[in-house]
């Protein structure tokens, strides 16, 4: 574990979503970088320019300024310029999206997260990555959160909610009594079953296999597979069965090197990516594959 002690070279690669979304936070970061460290700035405006500033970096240190995406990105060209394991990544978290960093212990606010490209440490982590060289940083999700139609209807009010709300206000309480109708006709109405899955889609059919040892097969319908990087070379599997009318399913949870999950067409979320359809993929667990500077007060 290395800690950054004395001024080092720089290469700060903004993200243009981080300069459109959040100038300012840009601003305080590359002045606090500036300010401990010779550092050179990069503007690129589309992912090719991104790649190429990586891929020329030299002997500086590249520091992404961006959200998740940016830091997934950076992840990824390392990986396949083979120059991953060599590198040390930093990131200044600006955007929207940047549940992934903070998970990884980099801290919000620019001030903060600049600071800790200064004086943090290297933490090495695991990485997951697929028969097609594709990475996974955070999380693998079977089949994609977003692929839940029926749940997004219901979170946002559904179908006959929208309909209900539809109803302009200005038409009086004279038509109060259509609101009260639908609401009656939405409660009375039966709900699916549950065996037609608790997000509203059809169940899924897979095969998911740990080192070789199946955990499920196809003839057990499934809700949601996750495949996280673990600790020590492991990954963490967690496979959600379809439950049985009126009773609960526990989920299934293994560790293992190796994840293949095979069956029908799926598709597949990795990190913030969706990927697929396909009929079988293996992740295989990179010990120590990557680098990132956190807080000196981060857990290991």
């Given at each position: 574990m290395a800690t950054f002690t004395t001024p080092d070279q720089l290469l700060m690669v903004i993200d243009p979503v981080a300069r459109r979304t959040d100038g300012e936070?840009?601003?305080?970061?590359?002045?606090?970088?500036?300010?401990?460290?010779?550092?050179?700035?990069?503007?690129?405006?589309?992912?090719?320019?991104?790649?190429?500033?990586?891929?020329?970096?030299?002997?500086?240190?590249?520091?992404?300024?961006?959200d998740d995406r940016a830091l997934l990105r950076a992840v990824s060209v390392l990986h396949r310029r083979r120059e991953l394991a060599d590198c040390v990544l930093s990131v200044v978290p600006v955007g929207d999206v940047m549940s992934l960093a903070h998970s990884l212990g980099v801290p919000a606010g620019p001030v903060a997260a600049a600071r800790t490209v200064l004086d943090g440490v290297v933490r090495r982590r695991d990485l997951l990555v697929d028969d097609s060289d594709g990475v996974v940083v955070g999380a693998l999700h079977i089949p994609p959160p977003g692929d839940r139609p029926a749940a997004a209807a219901r979170a946002r009010g559904g179908p006959a909610d929208a309909a209900a709300d539809a109803v302009p206000a200005a038409a009086g309480a004279g038509r109060d009594w259509l609101r009260t109708c639908q609401s009656l006709v939405r409660t009375l109405v039966a709900r699916p079953p549950r065996a037609a899955g608790a997000a509203g889609r059809r169940p899924v059919h897979l095969r998911v296999e740990v080192d070789g040892v199946t955990v499920v097969d196809l003839d057990r319908p499934v809700e949601a597979v996750c495949v996280t990087p673990g600790a020590e070379g492991q990954a963490r599997v967690r496979v959600r069965p379809l439950p049985g009318p009126g009773a609960q399913a526990s989920p299934l949870l293994a560790e293992g090197r190796t994840v293949t999950v095979s069956g029908a067409h799926f598709r597949y979320r990795a990190d913030t990516e969706v990927s697929g359809p396909v009929r079988t993929r293996t992740w295989t667990v990179r010990r120590d594959a990557w680098a990132l500077v956190v807080p000196q007060s981060a857990p290991g």
């Amino acid at each position: 574990m290395a800690t950054f002690t004395t001024p080092d070279q720089l290469l700060m690669v903004i993200d243009p979503v981080a300069r459109r979304t959040d100038g300012e936070s840009v601003r305080i970061a590359k002045d606090v970088l500036s300010a401990g460290a010779v550092t050179k700035v990069c503007l690129p405006e589309e992912a090719e320019e991104f790649d190429r500033a990586l891929a020329r970096r030299g002997a500086r240190r590249p520091v992404v300024v961006g959200d998740d995406r940016a830091l997934l990105r950076a992840v990824s060209v390392l990986h396949r310029r083979r120059e991953l394991a060599d590198c040390v990544l930093s990131v200044v978290p600006v955007g929207d999206v940047m549940s992934l960093a903070h998970s990884l212990g980099v801290p919000a606010g620019p001030v903060a997260a600049a600071r800790t490209v200064l004086d943090g440490v290297v933490r090495r982590r695991d990485l997951l990555v697929d028969d097609s060289d594709g990475v996974v940083v955070g999380a693998l999700h079977i089949p994609p959160p977003g692929d839940r139609p029926a749940a997004a209807a219901r979170a946002r009010g559904g179908p006959a909610d929208a309909a209900a709300d539809a109803v302009p206000a200005a038409a009086g309480a004279g038509r109060d009594w259509l609101r009260t109708c639908q609401s009656l006709v939405r409660t009375l109405v039966a709900r699916p079953p549950r065996a037609a899955g608790a997000a509203g889609r059809r169940p899924v059919h897979l095969r998911v296999e740990v080192d070789g040892v199946t955990v499920v097969d196809l003839d057990r319908p499934v809700e949601a597979v996750c495949v996280t990087p673990g600790a020590e070379g492991q990954a963490r599997v967690r496979v959600r069965p379809l439950p049985g009318p009126g009773a609960q399913a526990s989920p299934l949870l293994a560790e293992g090197r190796t994840v293949t999950v095979s069956g029908a067409h799926f598709r597949y979320r990795a990190d913030t990516e969706v990927s697929g359809p396909v009929r079988t993929r293996t992740w295989t667990v990179r010990r120590d594959a990557w680098a990132l500077v956190v807080p000196q007060s981060a857990p290991g």
